[in-house]
Structure formats: structure tokens, C-alpha cells
């Protein structure tokens, strides 16, 4: 089984950055690929961005690309979420969830092909 924790939620004013981290007990082929999720209020959960943490291979969703990056730190488990320039309509519970890539690939916002979920952290942007 793999946990997986997030992080470095907060409240920041539009424009501001924030970095989350999502830590995962260990990587397995079922757990490799890593992909950050958000949920706003009364919205669906929508794929922002993913990293294989074996390959290095990274993807973002259009509405981020250029002011989010994601990045990985195997040593200690760890994928990070680096999001700048951020937008009061980007207030939303951020979720990490993990998955095998080989089933990922190609499918990597389907919700339904995840194995593993985190419990969510907050990110609050005012205007």
C-alpha cells in the first residue's frame, strides 16, 4: 500500500506563487507516475499536471503550462507542484494521486486509472 501526503497549501494574493509537495511512502510500478489534481468548489476534479517519476517525463494541462512546474526529488519520495503567477479562479482543494504509467500513459487526467489518492491540501488565492 502507498500513502501519499501533500503539502505547502496556504492563502496567497493573485499573482503570488506557492510550492506543494506530495510525499509518497514508496514508488512501486503501480504508484510511478504522479499527477496533481485540483477541485474547486462545486466543480469536477481536473488534472493540472504529472511527472513519471522514473523518466522524468512531465505533462501539464493548457491552463498552466508556463507558470507550473512539476518536479521530483527521489530521494526523499517527494513530487513538488511549483505554481506561479497564480489566479483567483485556481482556488481549489489540490490533490496528488499516483498510478502506474504504463496505464497512465497517453490518459494521465483519467481519475479513474489512479491507484492511490492524498487526503488534499488547500489553495486559497485572493484578488
Known amino acids: 500500500q502507498v500513502q501519499l501526503v501533500e503539502s505547502g497549501g496556504g492563502s496567497v494574493q493573485a499573482g503570488g506563487s506557492l510550492r506543494l509537495?506530495?510525499?509518497a511512502?514508496?514508488?512501486t510500478d503501480k504508484s510511478a507516475f504522479v499527477g496533481w489534481f485540483?477541485?474547486?468548489p462545486g466543480k469536477g476534479r481536473e488534472g493540472v499536471?504529472?511527472?513519471y517519476t522514473r523518466g522524468r517525463t512531465t505533462y501539464y494541462a493548457d491552463s498552466v503550462k508556463g507558470r507550473f512546474t512539476v518536479s521530483q526529488d527521489n530521494a526523499k519520495n517527494t513530487v513538488y507542484l511549483q505554481m506561479?503567477?497564480?489566479k483567483p479562479e485556481e482556488t481549489a482543494m489540490y490533490y496528488c494521486a499516483?498510478?502506474?504509467f504504463w496505464v497512465l500513459?497517453?490518459?494521465w487526467t483519467a481519475l479513474?486509472?489512479?491507484n492511490y489518492w492524498g487526503q488534499g491540501t488547500q489553495v486559497t488565492v485572493s484578488s
Open 105 to 107: 500513459v497517453g490518459a
Open 38 to 40: 485540483r477541485q474547486a
Open 49 to 51: 499536471a504529472g511527472i
Open 21 to 23: 509537495s506530495c510525499a
Open 98 to 100: 499516483a498510478g502506474d
Open 84 to 86: 506561479n503567477s497564480l
Open 112 to 114: 479513474n486509472k489512479y
Open 25 to 27: 511512502s514508496q514508488y
